[in-house]
């Protein structure tokens, strides 16, 4: 049991070293020279001091042991050894998530690249510059040059007295848009003393392009293009039933509640009324009023009175669509 410590330091004692050469039968002079480690055998007998197990556990740390058994070095090597409070240590350095943690919302610049992205996302500014764009008013139309008589709004005129000869004549329409998704459309009620329409069919436009009594002719939805006039009513004032008494003329915009366009975007609208014999015009009305609540609007009346076909500048606008006034002027329309 001794000579395990001794066997694990490498390192023997002077009397062992005299023990060895006794047994050994060996004369060497080293014997005179080990009177001086019997000495220290004498000192290292005090090891007997092992069997005060309460001596030798506090005195671990011993001068004996400490210079010759194992304990010292176990001891001393394995706080040494026990190096993790610094593995510790150099974990939570080594660990620098939250330095990573930090970096990331540093790198992670998605708040930024959110905010670019509405700086860069302009389409609410393109959204805005389309309608912009469709404010543009398109280029000048070659309108017919006006040669009537001007008229201002409610300022009635009689056409007879123009022309007593007068038996049919063209109501022409016109307007400029700015926004390219309005389409107007011009239609005609026959009214009758009740001011409402004859019968359903007495209702003329481009779906229903002729009257019942074949007085009056819708030229059709115009597409915009080309010169001249954008839609045309042609009136045989020979071939009108007795029983109307009066012709409204209106401008609707097609589906103006469901795109939510309205008259703000229309401007330069007209009509005139022609003298179809002749082709000579009569009188003109420019249109001067275009507000935004306005999705359609009555631009004039024919109206007979006194044997004299008269015309009215009339040039008021409506909250609704070609359906609201169908249900105005009395006519019946399908669902």
């Given at each position: 049991?001794?000579?395990?410590p001794?066997?694990?330091?490498g390192?023997?004692s002077?009397?062992?070293?005299?023990?060895?050469?006794r047994?050994?039968?060996a004369?060497?002079?080293?014997n005179?020279?080990?009177?001086?480690?019997m000495?220290?055998?004498?000192?290292?007998a005090?090891?007997?001091?092992?069997n005060?197990m309460n001596?030798?556990?506090?005195?671990?740390?011993?001068?004996?042991q400490g210079m010759?058994s194992?304990?010292?070095?176990?001891?001393?090597s394995?706080?040494?050894q026990?190096?993790?409070p610094?593995?510790?240590f150099?974990?939570?350095?080594?660990?620098?998530?939250p330095?990573?943690?930090?970096?990331?919302?540093?790198?992670n610049t998605?708040?930024q690249q959110?905010?670019?992205q509405?700086?860069?996302?302009?389409q609410p500014q393109q959204?805005?510059?389309?309608p912009?764009?469709?404010?543009q008013?398109?280029a000048?139309?070659?309108r017919?040059?006006?040669?009537g008589?001007?008229?201002?709004?409610?300022?009635?005129?009689s056409?007879?007295q123009?022309?007593?000869?007068?038996a049919?004549?063209?109501?022409?329409?016109?307007?400029?848009?700015?926004?390219?998704e309005?389409?107007?459309?011009?239609?005609?009620?026959?009214?009758?003393?009740?001011?409402?329409v004859?019968?359903?069919d007495?209702?003329?436009?481009?779906?229903?392009?002729?009257?019942?009594?074949?007085?009056i002719?819708h030229?059709g939805d115009?597409?915009?293009?080309?010169?001249?006039d954008?839609e045309?009513i042609?009136?045989?004032?020979k071939?009108i039933?007795?029983?109307?008494?009066?012709?409204?003329f209106?401008?609707?915009?097609?589906?103006a509640r469901?795109?939510?366009?309205n008259?703000?975007?229309?401007?330069?609208?007209?009509v005139?009324?022609v003298?179809?014999?002749t082709?000579?015009e009569?009188?003109r009305?420019?249109?001067?009023?275009?507000?935004?609540?306005?999705?359609?609007?009555?631009?004039?009346?024919?109206?007979?009175?006194?044997?004299?076909?008269r015309?009215?500048?009339v040039?008021?606008?409506?909250?609704?669509?070609?359906?609201?006034l169908?249900?105005v002027?009395?006519?019946?329309?399908?669902d």
């Amino acid at each position: 049991m001794f000579d395990i410590p001794m066997k694990t330091t490498g390192a023997m004692s002077s009397s062992d070293l005299l023990s060895l050469n006794r047994t050994a039968g060996a004369g060497m002079p080293t014997n005179n020279i080990g009177a001086a480690p019997m000495q220290q055998n004498n000192y290292s007998a005090q090891p007997n001091f092992q069997n005060n197990m309460n001596y030798n556990q506090p005195q671990q740390g011993g001068f004996n042991q400490g210079m010759a058994s194992q304990p010292m070095q176990n001891n001393f090597s394995q706080p040494m050894q026990n190096a993790q409070p610094q593995q510790n240590f150099s974990q939570p350095m080594q660990n620098t998530q939250p330095q990573q943690s930090f970096s990331q919302p540093m790198q992670n610049t998605q708040p930024q690249q959110s905010f670019s992205q509405p700086m860069q996302n302009t389409q609410p500014q393109q959204n805005f510059s389309q309608p912009m764009q469709n404010t543009q008013p398109p280029a000048p139309r070659q309108r017919p040059k006006s040669t009537g008589v001007q008229l201002k709004k409610g300022q009635k005129v009689s056409l007879s007295q123009m022309n007593p000869q007068l038996a049919q004549i063209q109501v022409c329409l016109g307007w400029d848009i700015l926004n390219q998704e309005c389409d107007l459309d011009a239609s005609a009620f026959m009214l009758g003393a009740d001011n409402k329409v004859v019968g359903d069919d007495w209702f003329v436009f481009y779906g229903q392009p002729t009257s019942p009594d074949g007085s009056i002719t819708h030229s059709g939805d115009s597409n915009g293009a080309g010169v001249g006039d954008d839609e045309i009513i042609t009136i045989d004032l020979k071939k009108i039933s007795p029983n109307v008494q009066k012709i409204t003329f209106v401008v609707t915009i097609n589906e103006a509640r469901e795109k939510r366009l309205n008259f703000s975007m229309v401007q330069n609208a007209y009509v005139r009324v022609v003298d179809k014999s002749t082709n000579k015009e009569l009188v003109r009305f420019m249109l001067s009023e275009y507000f935004a609540t306005v999705t359609s609007m009555v631009v004039g009346e024919l109206y007979n009175k006194g044997g004299q076909w008269r015309f009215n500048p009339v040039g008021n606008g409506f909250a609704e669509d070609l359906a609201g006034l169908c249900g105005v002027y009395g006519v019946n329309v399908a669902d």
